[in-house]
C-alpha cells in the first residue's frame, strides 16, 4: 500500500472519530469533565487533518504546475 492511501485513511479514520465524539457529545447526559476531554480529541483531529489536507493541496498545486 502506498504512502498516499496510509494518508487517505488516516483522514477518512478520523472523520469516523470526529463524527462518534460529535454523537458523544449531543448525549445529554455525559459529564462535563468527559464532554472536555472528547472536545480536546475532536480539536485535536481536526488541527491533524488540516495539517494533512493541506500537504495535499500543495502537492496539487505542484502538479498543476508541471
Known amino acids: 500500500m502506498g504512502e498516499k ?3 487517505s485513511i488516516v483522514i477518512e479514520e478520523a472523520f469516523e472519530r470526529l463524527a462518534q465524539i ?4 449531543e448525549d445529554p447526559a455525559i459529564s462535563l ?3 472536555m476531554d472528547l472536545y ?3 480539536v485535536k483531529l ?3 487533518c488540516k495539517s494533512n489536507l ?3 493541496e500543495k ?3 505542484i ?4
Open 54 to 56: 493541506e500537504g495535499v
Open 63 to 66: 502538479l498543476n504546475e508541471v
Open 22 to 25: 460529535n454523537q458523544a457529545l
Open 40 to 42: 480536546a480529541e475532536g
Open 5 to 7: 492511501q496510509q494518508e
Open 46 to 48: 481536526v488541527s491533524a
Open 59 to 61: 502537492e496539487i498545486q
Open 33 to 35: 469533565k468527559e464532554s
